[in-house]
């Protein structure tokens, strides 16, 4: 049984690992070294916890030697009990557990029996506990015994291990829900795991008990964090209050919410060009007569600085110059913790360095100047790819592509694509769709968030509506306004011939295209919340039929979490379209509007929704309303389910009528991976017309939108 008692340590020094970034330096990866300490004095009252650091750490992380170490020390205060002797257990060796981000006391007997490969122990776990629901989640969410019962453990070596870690998972887990005065037994076989040897032999299927007694909730009595950064004056520059984590007198005393605000009050600084601020000491006293938590932080903020000399460092064929230039920093601006992230994501942007950092190349100088240096490793400068989709309407589609990157040394690339689609049972190759195409990009054109791209595509699209055979070359530039925002345009000429109702028509068309989007998915492939917004405007010239024509389309996509870790999703999404300009019949076809497919509404063939004609053909038309509404629920890690209602309206000139929305539902499938989900949608039509399919099944990655 763990119990509330005086705190029982080893007798040898421990090494002192801080796992959070409060002894990290703001641009290093490599921890700061913390040095060794050792705690050999029992605690018959309340701890304090003394964390301290020299108030001026170097950037580059190599500070012990000039600068000093940190220290941990426990210390006597009086009548109540010690908050690290919840851990410890009578006969058994101290393991190891994080205390505000710190790892203490690692048990190596725990390592070893982990890597002992042993029979599989099968085994049954219950919790019993008188915990809140919340307080229980926790719990049950901590417990690795609890989470991996369907799994045998690696022999009685192996259970009895992962047994023991869990008492600091849940102990960690009572922390931070504000509960430091629990008690927690987990037995194995009717005896306290702590006990247990590892070559303890065990029945199977074994027992595994764990009784958890929560304790009284703790609050936080005096809170101090000192000094605080000056007042931002620009509104990027601000940051949140470490009270609008919940740290203030009379909260709950949860551990995370003292690191929370830590990082923050850490953050407020280096946000005003102090970049080596750091935390000095934390003090943390668990009262367990009074049930309060009393936290004194003390930041020693350092220097102002403002940028250095950038170097390059790593590069094989880029040019280091160019790699400068592209993380727009500049000597002599005031160092800004944004600036350095966005410069980071510019070299990301490239698609050239394998990885990539951005870091101080040494210490604030007397002059308050910080030197930075990038670090880059690139990738191979070939890349191929293949791709495949299918759905029981449009039948396979295959794909590839062929990139160069860094084809002159600043990052240029040239992407060739190919694609054949169409492919049906029994095989007619005069069905097939081809797309034939080039795109060249130029990265920091006009300046680091500024591409210039030239393209120039051929295809053949066979669809029930038209048959289009096609050549086009473009030319734009493509700004990047920041994280989310980003900005296109260009000129385009085309060449066309499409076959339909209206017989052999040909187009040649000039034109403007420009596109805003915005995007603030939490995920690209997978989003579970935000927006994603995009709005197209094109004007063009048709010189065939002397016609002069305006087209623009808005989507707007939402993603709604439901319920945490992503276990239930709910997204929508809506577009609307309008065409301005000559007759249908003077229009190329594909510049009408039709809905229908995967992606637009399921359980209807690609554009095969539009503007239905006397004698049932369907040709396009010029306004166009879409919109989708899905559930999607994770049944496990790599499972997931969705239904969905899809709907699809396209007009000639006015609203004919609900008789001509076309309305599509259905259920899907979702296999997680780390490139994406794989996506298996079933659909059916609601209002099915003569000719429409009776159902849709479509395999993809990613979600449909």
Same mark, same amino acid.
């Given at each position: 049984m763990l119990q509330k008692r005086p705190l029982r340590v080893r007798r040898q020094p421990v090494r002192l690992v801080r796992e959070r970034s409060a002894l990290l330096s703001p641009h290093s990866r490599r921890p700061l070294p913390v040095g060794l300490c050792s705690a050999t004095n029992g605690c018959g009252g309340s701890a304090v916890l003394t964390i301290e650091q020299a108030p001026r750490p170097r950037a580059d992380g190599q500070a012990a030697a000039e600068q000093g170490v940190a220290g941990l020390s426990v210390r006597r205060l009086g009548s109540a009990l010690a908050i690290l002797g919840l851990l410890l257990l009578s006969g058994s060796g101290a393991s190891a557990f994080e205390l505000f981000g710190f790892k203490l006391f690692e048990d190596q007997s725990e390592i070893d029996a982990d890597a002992v490969i042993g029979d599989p122990q099968s085994y049954l776990a219950t919790l019993e506990? %008188?915990?809140?629901?919340?307080?229980?989640?926790?719990?049950?969410?901590? %417990?690795a015994v609890l989470k991996d019962q369907a799994t045998p453990a690696s022999g009685a070596a192996g259970l009895i291990a992962k047994a023991r870690s869990d008492y600091r998972r849940i102990l960690a887990a009572l922390y931070n829900q504000g509960h430091f005065g629990g008690t927690i037994s987990i037995l194995v076989g009717g005896k306290e795991a702590a006990n247990l040897p590892p070559d303890t032999s065990l029945p199977d299927p074994v027992a595994v008990v764990l009784r958890v007694n929560p304790g009284p909730l703790f609050r936080f009595g005096s809170v101090r964090l000192a000094p605080a950064a000056p007042p931002a004056s620009d509104e990027g520059d601000r940051v949140d209050t470490p009270d609008s984590v919940g740290f203030g007198a009379g909260l709950v005393a949860r551990a995370t919410v003292i690191n929370k605000a830590e990082q923050l009050a850490l953050?407020?600084?280096?946000?005003?060009?102090?970049?080596?601020?750091?935390?000095?000491? %934390? *003090?943390? #006293?668990?009262?367990?007569?009074?049930?309060? #938590? *009393? #936290?004194?932080?003390?930041?020693?903020?350092?220097?102002?600085?403002?940028?250095?000399?950038v170097s390059v460092s790593g590069t094989a064929r880029m040019d280091p110059e160019f790699v400068a230039r592209m993380t727009d920093l500049h000597a002599g601006d005031e160092y800004d913790p944004d600036d350095i992230k966005r410069a980071e994501k510019r070299l990301a942007r490239l698609d050239v360095f394998r990885a990539m950092r951005v870091e101080a190349a040494g210490a604030i100088g007397s002059d308050g100047v910080l030197p930075f240096d990038v670090v880059v490793e690139e990738q191979p400068e070939r890349r191929f790819g293949i791709g495949a989709t299918y759905s029981t309407i449009d039948g396979l589609g295959l794909e590839g592509f062929h990139l160069w990157r860094n084809l002159f040394g600043r990052a240029e690339r040239l992407r060739l694509d190919?694609?054949?689609?169409?492919?049906?049972w029994p095989v007619n190759s005069s069905e097939f769709d081809y797309a034939f195409g080039g795109t060249f990009t130029k990265p920091g054109f006009l300046n680091p968030d500024n591409d210039l791209v030239a393209a120039i595509a051929a295809e053949r699209t066979v669809l029930p509506a038209y048959t289009e055979t096609s050549a086009s070359a473009r030319v734009g530039m493509t700004q990047y306004l920041n994280d989310q925002l980003t900005l296109d345009g260009s000129l385009y000429y085309e060449r066309s011939l499409f076959e339909d109702d209206y017989g052999e028509r040909n187009f040649s068309l000039a034109g403007l295209t420009g596109g805003l989007i915005w995007d603030a998915r939490d995920d690209a492939t997978d989003p579970a919340a935000g927006f994603y917004v995009n709005v197209t405007a094109e004007p063009f010239y048709e010189f065939y039929y002397g016609n002069a024509a305006f087209r623009t389309t808005a989507e707007v996509r939402g993603y709604l979490r439901l319920l945490g870790d992503d276990k239930l999703v709910l997204a929508g999404r809506a577009k609307v379209g309008a065409l301005v300009g000559p007759p249908i019949d003077e229009t190329p076809p594909d510049r009408?509007?039709?809905?229908?497919?995967?992606? %637009?509404?399921?359980?209807?063939?690609y554009r095969g929704i539009g503007v239905e004609q006397p004698d049932g053909t369907v040709t396009g038309g010029r306004y166009l309303v879409e919109g989708s509404l899905e559930a999607r629920y994770r049944v496990t890690s790599d499972i997931g389910v969705v239904a969905f209602i899809d709907?699809?309206? #396209?007009?000639? *000139?006015?609203?004919?009528?609900? *008789?001509?929305?076309?309305?599509?539902?259905?259920?899907?499938?979702?296999?997680y991976t780390g490139l994406g989900p794989l996506r298996l949608d079933v659909a059916v039509p609601l209002n099915k017309r003569r000719g429409d399919p009776d159902y849709g099944i479509y395999l993809g990655i990613g979600q449909a939108f």
């Open positions: 506990t %008188s915990a809140p629901g919340d307080i229980e989640s926790a719990i049950r969410n901590a %417990s953050e407020a600084w280096r946000q005003q060009g102090y970049a080596e601020a750091a935390v000095a000491r %934390s *003090d943390v #006293v668990a009262d367990h007569a009074t049930n309060t #938590v *009393d #936290v004194t932080i003390t930041i020693a903020p350092g220097r102002r600085a403002t940028v250095g000399e190919a694609k054949v689609a169409g492919i049906n009408l509007f039709f809905a229908g497919g995967g992606g %637009s509404v399921r359980g209807y063939a709907g699809g309206y #396209v007009a000639a *000139d006015t609203f004919a009528g609900l *008789d001509q929305l076309r309305v599509g539902v259905g259920a899907g499938l979702r296999y």
